[in-house]
């Protein structure tokens, strides 16, 4: 666990427009700093970041926060992963508290370093050690340079071992940890034995970078060829994309995602600047692999070997795209090709013409279906029914009347048979997934933010919150946290930080509270007061309403029990509302900053 101290440190240490400026080009804009978004496209920049107050706010996609929310979002990381890149950054070290052995974040990070020094302790041999000659031979042969050895942390596990055992041991690691890897097998109590050997190793990466898991592959033609981790407290196979890490800035560059088969394929493209691929762990396509993809981009190709069964799971693939909420293209390379062997042979440009032409799944599916089942008035039956089963897993009805329409132009299908079957569920999900109406209207909800901005910019209105209690009432379920956690913000430091205080935040508030942070900025205290007053007003007012529909249901309910002395009480109750709301001041709320 990193101390908040520690935290505190770095987050002063560090400059948020240098950060950010690592992924965005950023200009000079007044006291701020803008450029173009990088979670959504845009051609007019509205990303705006602020290095006085050490925070960032997209007014396009509400994307903001303090600069450890900006590596969590953009390079997915957890919290401490982040606080850790910006210290490694500032060449800040940082110690922890001695760590539990339990499933949270500093037992993770103990297990990343396990796998990090076993990888080290592979990639040595590969190029240090004369046992390492032959692998590098095969990469040699099968056109791996150097470069793209070192880039992959490629590595070389011996016929008899590594060393991997006595390694862990002299560095005081738990040999339970290392088995909680897969890294080591054991025969005795005391007996362990390493899991990969007299195979080139290939670390597998999370999208932060660490390595989470690996896999090994036989320099000559025994079985099995690969061989991969298994399930561990880091790794699921099915939510891990290889090479993924290393793609994370072309696919951004390029607003692709191409998916092949093997590790090879990866470091293949990669070499002939085909900078976007990834690759399944011999796992078919799942749906968590194509979610992951959707938070780099929304344009994901699978490639395919041209032969039956490349179509075969091209097809198959289209059903876990439409459950991922993305729709997808498929590309196929020649018959007895792959992508290593075809890129190395016919270079960057031929693959790339394939990736350019690659179909929507949508039609390569309905045509395979054509294919498969047939013209006649059995097959089309068939046909149908498999359309409408895949077709009733959109959540999108817009996507559903568009696929049904390409289904009945490419297949001569009835329209009004499509349609029934797969919007039924369509509709069941979506009244599902309805969200409930906001609790609270636009104009209370124009009080709501104000008033958090005037406190943001003026400590004088912290101290007006803070001592009415009867309009803090008032504030939503939606705001009531911000609210709170300014006033412990001030409370506890005598200030208000914004970048400290939007990461003890959702991510949504955290971001508003960026927003507000920096359309209220250039306001003065007088400014601030006035506009708190009318606000905190109108809360009151809102606050004193409720109660007074509270009073008017007690009442009835006395009524209706024939209670005299409780009708009475709750009457009196009701009056004493009705003058505290006359007594307040009936102005209009009138905004002096613009709200966007």
Same mark, same amino acid.
């Given at each position: 666990? /990193? ?26 804009? =007044? +006291?701020?700093?803008? %450029? ?23 007014? %396009?996609?509400?994307? =903001?926060?303090? @600069? ?35 499933? %949270? ?20 041999? !590969?190029?240090?050690?004369?046992? =390492? ?29 590594? %060393? ?20 080591? &097998? ?47 407290? !880091?790794?699921?196979? &099915?939510?891990?994309?290889? &090479? ?46 194509? +979610? ?17 069964? &490349? ?42 013409? /394939? ?11 309905? !045509? ?10 059995? =097959? ?6 498999? @359309? ?63 008033? /958090? ?42 200030? /208000? ?59 009835? @309910? ?39």
């Amino acid at each position: 666990m /990193i101390s908040p101290e520690k935290i505190t440190e770095i987050r002063q240490r560090a400059s948020i427009v240098e950060v950010i400026s690592d992924y965005v080009t950023l200009k000079k804009a =007044g +006291r701020n700093h803008m %450029g173009l978004c990088p979670f959504h496209g845009e051609k007019t920049p509205s990303f705006t970041v602020s290095e006085e107050k050490g925070i960032y706010h997209c007014f %396009g996609c509400h994307a =903001g926060g303090s @600069v450890f929310n900006f590596l969590m979002q953009y390079d997915h990381l957890t919290f401490p992963e982040a606080v850790e890149r910006v210290a490694k950054r500032y060449g800040i070290v940082i110690e922890r508290s001695e760590r539990s052995r339990g499933t %949270g974040a500093g037992d993770r990070e103990y297990l990343y370093r396990i796998n990090e020094r076993a990888a080290a302790n592979y990639q040595k041999i !590969l190029f240090h050690h004369p046992e =390492g000659r032959k692998a590098l031979e095969y990469l040699t042969s099968r056109g791996v340079d150097e470069a793209a050895a070192h880039k992959f942390v490629l590595g070389y596990a011996p016929q008899g071992g590594s %060393g991997l055992v006595q390694l862990l041991r002299q560095e005081n690691v738990a040999m339970d940890d290392a088995l909680r890897l897969g890294l080591l &097998g054991q025969r005795t109590p005391r007996q362990y034995h390493e899991k990969f050997f007299a195979r080139l190793i290939f670390p597998i990466a999370n999208p932060a970078g660490k390595i989470v898991a690996f896999g090994g592959r036989v320099l000559d033609n025994a079985l099995p060829k690969y061989l991969n981790s298994s399930e561990t407290p !880091l790794f699921h196979k &099915g939510a891990t994309l290889y &090479g993924l890490y290393q793609a994370k800035e072309g696919i951004r560059k390029s607003d692709r995602v191409v998916v092949v088969e093997g590790y090879l394929d990866v470091i293949a493209l990669a070499q002939h600047e085909i900078s976007y691929s990834v690759a399944t762990l011999g796992t078919a396509l799942t749906v968590d692999h194509i +979610r992951l993809l959707s938070r780099y981009t929304k344009n994901v190709i699978a490639l395919f070997d041209g032969d039956d069964a &490349g179509q075969k799971a091209a097809a198959r693939s289209f059903e876990v795209f439409v459950e991922a909420g993305l729709l997808g293209r498929a590309a196929f390379l020649p018959k007895q090709d792959d992508p290593d062997t075809f890129v190395r042979r016919h270079g960057k440009a031929r693959l790339e013409a /394939i990736l350019d032409k690659a179909v929507p799944l949508a039609d390569f599916f309905f !045509l395979w279906l054509e294919r498969r089942y047939g013209k006649s008035l059995e =097959g089309k039956s068939q046909i149908a029914a498999e @359309v409408s089963r895949v077709l009733g897993k959109l959540n999108n009805p817009l996507e559903v009347d568009l696929l049904v329409r390409r289904a009945v132009d490419l297949l001569g299908i009835r329209e009004e048979t499509l349609r029934r079957r797969a919007s039924a569920p369509v509709a069941a999900r979506t009244a599902q997934n309805t969200p409930p109406a906001p609790s609270s209207s636009p104009r209370q909800d124009k009080a709501e933010r104000l008033l /958090i901005g005037a406190m943001l910019r003026s400590p004088k209105v912290i101290e007006q919150v803070a001592m009415d209690q009867e309009a803090r009432e008032g504030f939503s379920s939606e705001w009531a946290p911000a609210v709170d956690a300014i006033l412990n913000e001030w409370q506890n430091h005598q200030n /208000i930080e914004v970048a400290r205080l939007s990461e003890t935040l959702a991510a949504e508030v955290a971001s508003e509270m960026a927003r507000l942070a920096l359309e209220t900025e250039g306001l003065t205290d007088d400014v601030c007061g006035k506009m708190a007053a009318d606000c905190l007003a109108r809360l009151k007012r809102k606050h004193i309403n409720a109660q007074k529909r509270d009073e008017r249901l007690k009442i009835r @309910v006395a009524e209706e029990q024939k209670d005299e002395n409780a009708k009475r009480e709750r009457i009196l109750e009701w009056q004493d509302l009705v003058r505290k709301e006359r007594q307040l001041d009936h102005r209009k709320l009138e905004p002096k900053t613009p709200v966007r």
